[in-house]
């Protein structure tokens, strides 16, 4: 599993927490702000992914 699937799973997990907690208080920034790095999360875990899956296609 390469590093950024790694920190893109733990950002996207601290974006969800945050997004929650600002619903859950009526905090719009923290519910933004959570929104804006659950979507970096998911696009760096998508990038580990890709070199996970490159690295996997360059060793056959």
Same mark, same amino acid.
Not at 23 to 33: P, V
Not at 41 to 60: N, R, T, Y
């Given at each position: 599993?390469?590093?950024?699937?790694?920190?893109?799973?733990?950002?996207?997990?601290? !974006? *969800?927490?945050? %997004?929650?907690?600002?619903?859950?208080?009526?905090? %719009?920034? =923290?519910?933004? %702000? !959570?929104?804006?790095?659950?979507?970096? !999360?998911?696009? %760096?875990? *998508?990038?580990?992914? =890709?070199?996970?899956?490159?690295?996997?296609? =360059?060793?056959?």
């Amino acid at each position: 599993m390469h590093k950024d699937t790694i920190k893109g799973a733990a950002k996207e997990a601290v !974006g *969800s927490i945050k %997004e929650a907690v600002g619903k859950a208080t009526g905090n %719009e920034r =923290l519910q933004a %702000e !959570g929104m804006a790095e659950k979507t970096v !999360g998911k696009i %760096e875990k *998508s990038v580990g992914d =890709l070199k996970d899956a490159a690295a996997a296609a =360059l060793k056959k």
